[in-house]
């Protein structure tokens, strides 16, 4: 599902009003303080203007060099695999088992690894991160390359990049805050949104296009490459470090505080406990088995990559509108768009014609879009920034604790009773859960937190 984010209330949850929100959080205590730019209202100004006041953070700038070089890689990388795994064996369990050698180690080290970021350094963290998945990359392309992969190399190598991302994961997601003050939040989401958008246009279907002319190994290894640079670029990035922790804090005491956190604040686990069901289903549905359909109708390798091109569109669209409407009520439409990311899901359990699913991914990109934007800025907005990782990990825990279980079971039950009923049950059930999920208040009453005037 990729990175999500969420807050509450009656309005705010009790928890996320006493959260600091005048501590211009963002900004570490030794930044000097941004002049804000708000409207006649106190709000900040979207649109172009603040698109390019954004780009003009220096820090901002190098950190979104560092995303797009590692993109360009990431958006061929990730299709290949899952082709490069098909070449090893046909079978949809196994490819639901490499899948799961990633999301099995990454849920079991995710809390810890919101420590880490908490503690070291978020730019430190995705740094490192990026050159040991790199290495893992690289690996797993000369393997395929070499026409010696066997499966049980692909998940080995598969799980150790599930371990490096328990700890990049969190970095990323708590990062932002730190590079732009408060009312930059929504362009800076919406930009590397929009440059994410730009890559998977063109990136997966390349992708699907090098899997059947060259072979996936060279995407593999393209993106193990691209790993390595984005972590040379990243060292343009100077943030001060952390702020020194009382002596006697431990990673128990820490966790323990997010713990704390993460359950009074009810738009939070609501949420999250709904995304525990969402992921599975849609992991499952969808990452699973969809490349399986695909490749066993006229849809095929090239056509799948062009529906995950489909979505890009959708999403890159949304971008450009976000960058001029201000998201006021954040988690209420970021679940509206939520239930449309299962019209793909739809599409290829009712009627898996390329026609239908493209158009039905492009409303999916739209609506993953529109959710992800409203879950950062929840997040951003109401969790204290040296709380920001720990919250997140929790977050990712318990939305992606159930995400094995998908990869595993809906490969051997798409056997059982059909690869496109299966599919047309979980996009159902993804669809009528994230409807459910409106039914709290602390989640459909969230509002924005007001730009600081200074």
Known sequence: MGARRRAGARGLAAAARRQPAARHRGHHPHQPQRRRVPDDRGRAVTGRGAALATLRERNFRWYFVSRLVNGVGGTMGSIALV??????SSSASALGVVLAAHSIPMVLFLLVGG?????FGRTLVIQTCNVLSGL???????LV??????????????AVN??????????LAGVLPQLVPREQLQPANVLISMQRGVLNVGGPAL????????GAGWAVAIDGVTYLLSAAVLLLVRLPPPAPRDEQSSVLVDLREGWGYFRRTTWLWVVVLAFSALNAFYVGGFETLGPVLAKATS???????????????GLLVTTVVMLRVRLERPLLWGMVGCTGFGAPMLALGIHPHLALVLVAAVVGGAGIELFSLGWNLALQ???????LSRAISYDMLGSMVAVPVGQLLVGPLGVVFGVQHTILVCALLFVAISLATLGSRAVRDLQRVPAEVS
């Open 83 to 88: 082709f490069a795994v098909l070449e090893v």
């Open 115 to 119: 420590v880490i970021a908490d503690r």
């Open 136 to 142: 893992t990359q690289l690996a797993i392309g000369f």
């Open 145 to 158: 390359l070499t026409g010696t992969a066997e499966l049980w190399q692909l998940v080995a190598l598969t």
């Open 162 to 171: 599930g371990v490096v991302s328990a700890a990049s994961l969190p970095a």
């Open 207 to 214: 992708g699907g296009v090098l899997v059947v002319t060259i």
């Open 299 to 313: 849809i095929g390798e090239v056509g799948w990559g062009l529906t995950l091109s489909a979505g890009a569109v």
């Open 381 to 387: 907005e109401h969790v204290p920034e040296d709380m």
